[in-house]
DNA sequence: GTAAGAGTTTAGCCTTTGCTAAACTTAATT
DNA sequence: AATTAAGTTTAGCAAAGGCTAAACTCTTAC
């Protein structure tokens, strides 16, 4: 009888599949800095500074929410921030943006590979962007190359 | 209802600004009830029927968290539990658990056709799952088919 | 130099999703 | 029948991420 197998097999999926479910749940607050981070970044790239007030226009949330996540940010080390001033990254805070941003592109470039509209792409590689692994990514930037 | 009333003020609002942002920020609370009724579902097609612990085992998971997520699910008309009872599905339910596991089974294949290995497949297919949207999951099934 | 407008911060509140510890119920064993 | 083990529920707490309203600061235009 496999009866015994079987459970084992369960058990085992069961741990694998709890350890997906809490990395899914513990990285949306990573997700979230991410975000954050790869806007503030793509706003001192485009008008030369990033201002609470962009941020939060972009994100579509309060301002006070953005300050009180600034904050956070700050303590992570990610972003510096003087009163009433503009908002700058620190070194790590540009290594995560970029890699966030690097991220974004092959995804989005490999949707569009897949023959999605801009529209469709531009959203969903937003949402998929934080959820792929490394392994993913690569043979996502693989297929990009062989059919472009 | 002054939620809701609130939600789409601010949603008219910051219309022009990302969409992809707020949708996905909004959809959080939904994925966790399709995480919950999808297990439910599996765990009543393997077992025979679903335990709250069980539940807790696989989403790794205090018990307590999963009696309070029930309650809410409850609310929502997606699950039945009697005081101290298993766990059932309502015919909505089994509607959403088997849309989220069609979807799921989509992804996972996708990325297997990618050439991705099953442990990848699998956790990646969890975390995507949720932020891809019909158009997408239209091309993923039709990349599968023509490569398989 | 002051007043106005734009932008920022603080204060206080809410909901969601988690936790632990303790109380309770049900089922199984003896 | 009584004890115990397994499972469930309650109570109370915390952190994250939202919000509004009111106070504050900075810059700019008079």
Redesign the interface.
Known sequence: MPQTARRAR?AKA?K?????????RS??SRELAE?YVELIADLIDERGLARGTDVA????VANATVVKMLKRLQDAGLVTQEPYREINLTGEGWLLAENGRKRHRIVENF?LA????EE?A???S???E????D??LK??AR?VARNS
Do not use: N, P, Y
């Not at 694998?16 to 899914?24: D, M, Y």
């Not at 897949?114 to 509209?117: D, Q």
């Not at 934080?130 to 692994?133: A, D, G, N, Y």
């Open positions: 369960a069961a694998l599949q709890s350890a997906a479910f809490r990395r899914t990285d949306h975000d226009g972009r994100l579509g949707l897949l023959g999605l509209s469709t531009r959203i969903d937003e949402g998929i934080h959820h792929v692994s392994e993913t043979a996502m297929f």
